[in-house]
């Protein structure tokens, strides 16, 4: 500092007051950023209970001084209005829903947990519609010995063995059906 031309002036007691009442509202957000920063295990299925838990914990802190007070305000207002809508967005709700320990008590809202729970079924059985129709595909193909396989030559001799192992197993599969 003494090699400095100009060096910063000491905080006076007033800003340390400010800092003292602002740190506490900012601590919470550490913790999320901590929090979702995990390398080793999935993230994505926590956002939105630790949205919920930040807009808690930063509404129950009661701030001193009206820097606090708008500090405070505004970071609850910027945390609803980007962060809020997550409980709309398919891919998240989807993931905290999907989540064990979490299921429909992570949702701030019980529609959007109801929504979910709709989006959720929905593609599951269009999934179980896809799946049922792809194996009475290729069932109808392996009864008519007919029908011709289409396959690139080069990979003919690379997959012909499988191709027959596979078309073996859903005859014996059907046969055990009937009987």
């Not at 506490?24 to 295990?41: A, D, V």
Request: charged share 20%; aromatic share 6%.
């Amino acid at each position: 500092m003494s090699s400095l031309h100009w060096a910063p002036n000491c905080l006076t007691a007033t800003e340390w007051d400010l800092i003292a009442d602002c740190a506490p509202i900012l601590k919470p957000f550490e913790h999320m950023t901590s929090e979702l920063s995990g390398e080793k295990y999935p993230t994505l299925s926590l956002v939105i209970p630790l949205i919920r838990g930040l807009q808690y914990t930063v509404k129950n802190i009661k701030p001193d001084t009206h820097a606090g007070i708008l500090l405070q305000n505004t970071l609850l207002d910027v945390v609803a209005r980007r962060l809020g809508s997550l409980e709309k967005n398919s891919i998240v709700a989807k993931s905290t829903f999907l989540d064990p320990r979490l299921k429909k008590t992570a949702f701030g809202l019980a529609d959007n947990a109801d929504n979910t729970e709709k989006w959720i079924i929905e593609e599951l059985t269009s999934n179980i519609y896809i799946n049922n129709d792809n194996e009475n595909i290729r069932n109808n193909i392996s009864e008519t010995p007919s029908s011709p396989i289409v396959t690139c030559e080069s990979s003919n001799s690379l997959w012909e063995h499988f191709d027959s192992k596979l078309s073996q197993s859903y005859l014996i599969c059907n046969v055990e059906k009937i009987a």
